[in-house]
């Protein structure tokens, strides 16, 4: 094995759909049966819910473990004037967590305010001197959103202090191992019954709004429908946390986002206007790839560099001049942090491939790098190398790092074998981050190689590229898109836009697009002599050997420039035919 070379990507094209399926889903044009086939959808009813983002199953807030006591201490602290702080994380999905349970808790008349630590003098999650410092200023509630589960001491400290304490996170919890609070919801906790467990810490804030709002027993309709409308205007906030922060889009993230996207199209938050203009958004047309590529680096920017603060600033004014000047400072910010990361992408290359060029899991550590950037920085590595990759900012006495990985590398189980070494860790299966003391660091580099050597050794590390099914270029038609594809939005993580390959595709023309030429822009031709516009991003190397014929792994997508609508082959891979 050698990784001087980024890998070749391997297609894989799954199963026809069986007779059994096929007849269930008659009624659905034959490609769209295979791709709802594709993605475990073979029955009638359980393929219209999906197409139509409903829900399938029983999504009654309550059915989490703590809630009820929750929604009864949140009551208690309104009734009673109580100051609550909701204390988020500093990503999108914790900023937006804060500020959608800071605005539900205002419309029900509670002492709310939100509160989001600085990454470089606080750190990641729950902190005591925050609390001490909350308890201070008369705060008798602490909700947690997008963070605590693995903070025990932390919590026992808000105990120890008389600080009530209510965690609400989406990390995997250690074990069974709960931090000492007055409620803990998580989906993913040990024994818990809510069916969906893939919620981001949004997603949970906004089950933990609807249990407040719900109306149980005798209530007006207007008492009803004001409710609802304070939940519908909340759903942006979930459609822009849960898809900046890569959580599956399945379930009940599915039917979220997408009345989300909804509500972002017609929002009266103004901080939303005000980034769509800076990022060169239409609102009105918005979708998941805006977000996870247009407006949630951003709002992330700013936790990035210096604090989140401007970001829970910008989503909760309703001043028009300050959400401009924010906007202006997150989208500077953001060209700040494109720099920096392409720097740092460079220099923890080098490191890596000096230390071990060789290696399972890529390790590059440095004392100049800054640790708001560290994951983007190994997200770039895992991406070119197909490797699990950690990235970390060296200080004069602990190194923080930041880790990405691949599927078939769960990195916050490899990182719980090293819990003995670790001050803190926390994360998902393909992103996690971690403390170690710097003299423990080479001991944990040397493990987590060690189990990366032992699970990978035996596989094929190839990063793979599906396809729904094979097609003729002739089959790609608007009327495709606009009567098949479109139901399957949103797209992204965990719910891929539907892809295809075609074979043996003539070139009609070919040139490079971009800064750099990385970017390739062809002309293709069908069966029946039709052009289609391709492009494919970082494909402009092929220019220089373009073959006469191709073999194409693609999406069909629509393409909107200047006010003109036409469609494209968004070209995933290439190879010769």
């Known amino acids: 094995m050698t990784l001087d070379t980024p890998n070749q990507k391997r297609w894989i094209v799954p199963p026809q759909i069986t007779p059994e399926a096929d007849s269930a889903l008659e009624k659905f044009p034959p490609l769209l049966r295979q791709i709802l086939f594709n993605r475990g959808y073979a029955t009638d009813a359980d393929a219209r819910a999906y197409l139509n983002g409903k829900p399938n199953f029983n999504n009654d807030p309550f059915q989490m473990t703590g809630m009820r006591a929750t929604v009864e201490r949140i009551q208690f602290a309104i009734a009673h004037n109580q100051p609550i702080a909701i204390y988020g994380d500093y990503d999108v999905d914790g900023v937006t967590a804060t500020a959608l349970l800071v605005e539900a808790l205002r419309t029900l008349n509670a002492d709310v305010r939100g509160y989001i630590p600085n990454r470089f003098e606080e750190g990641y999650g729950l902190n005591t001197n925050a609390l001490d410092e909350l308890k201070a200023d008369?705060?008798?509630?602490?909700?947690?959103?997008?963070?605590?589960?693995?903070?025990?001491?932390?919590?026992?400290?808000?105990?120890?202090?008389?600080?009530?304490?209510?965690?609400?996170?989406?990390?995997?919890?250690?074990?069974?191992?709960?931090?000492?609070?007055?409620?803990?919801?998580?989906?993913?906790?040990?024994?818990?019954?809510?069916?969906?467990?893939?919620?981001?810490?949004?997603?949970?804030?906004?089950?933990?709004?609807?249990?407040?709002?719900?109306?149980?027993?005798?209530?007006?309709?207007?008492?009803?429908?004001?409710?609802?409308?304070?939940?519908?205007?909340?759903?942006?906030?979930?459609?822009?946390?849960?898809?900046?922060?890569?959580?599956?889009?399945?379930?009940?993230?599915?039917?979220?986002?997408?009345?989300?996207?909804?509500?972002?199209?017609?929002?009266?938050?103004?901080?939303?206007?005000?980034?769509?203009?800076v990022a060169d958004l239409n609102l009105a047309k918005v979708n998941a790839g805006n977000i996870g590529f247009g407006l949630g680096p951003r709002l992330n920017a700013a936790g990035r560099l210096k604090e989140a603060l401007a970001a829970f600033e910008l989503l909760t004014t309703n001043d028009v001049f300050k959400a401009g000047e924010l906007a202006q400072q997150l989208d500077m910010q953001n060209r700040e942090r494109q720099r920096i990361t392409r720097d740092m992408q460079t220099r923890a290359e080098e490191i890596a491939m000096s230390e071990d060029p060789n290696a399972y899991l890529l390790f590059a550590a440095d004392e100049n790098f800054n640790s708001g950037v560290v994951g983007l920085a190994a997200s770039r590595l895992t991406e070119k190398y197909y490797r699990p990759a950690i990235v970390a900012s060296k200080g004069e006495e602990e190194t923080r790092g930041s880790c990405r990985s691949i599927p078939e590398f769960h990195i916050t189980d490899a990182l719980d074998q090293c819990a003995d070494l670790l001050v803190r860790h926390g994360g998902h299966a393909a992103a996690a981050g971690f403390t170690v003391r710097n003299e423990n660091l080479s001991a944990l580099v040397s493990r987590l190689k060690a189990i990366a050597q032992e699970i990978l050794s035996a596989e094929e590390l190839k990063p793979t590229v599906t396809a729904d099914a094979e097609v003729s270029l002739v089959e790609m038609r608007p009327d495709l898109y606009e009567k098949c594809l479109r139901y399957l939005e949103p797209t992204g993580y965990g719910n891929r836009e539907a892809s295809f390959v075609a074979r043996k595709v003539k070139v009609k023309s070919s040139r490079t697009v971009g800064a750099d030429a990385k970017h390739l822009k062809l002309s293709l031709e069908d069966e029946k002599g039709f052009a289609h516009d391709a492009i494919g991003f970082r494909l402009g190397d092929w220019h220089k050997n373009m073959p006469a014929r191709v073999d194409i792994l693609f999406t069909y997508e629509v393409n909107e420039y200047n006010g003109r609508v036409n469609y494209q082959l968004n070209l995933k891979d290439l190879r010769a035919a």
């Open 138 to 277: 008369g705060v008798k509630l602490v909700i947690t959103v997008d963070c605590g589960i693995r903070s025990p001491s932390e919590a026992l400290h808000a105990q120890t202090i008389g600080l009530d304490l209510i965690i609400s996170d989406h990390h995997h919890p250690d074990g069974e191992n709960l931090p000492p609070a007055l409620a803990v919801i998580n989906p993913k906790q040990h024994g818990d019954m809510y069916p969906d467990k893939d919620l981001a810490g949004v997603g949970i804030a906004y089950k933990i709004a609807e249990a407040l709002l719900s109306k149980k027993g005798e209530v007006t309709s207007n008492e009803k429908k004001t409710s609802l409308g304070i939940l519908d205007s909340l759903l942006d906030l979930v459609a822009l946390g849960t898809v900046a922060d890569l959580a599956p889009l399945v379930g009940e993230n599915r039917v979220l986002v997408r009345k989300g996207l909804r509500q972002m199209r017609q929002t009266a938050r103004q901080g939303l206007f005000s980034l769509a203009a």
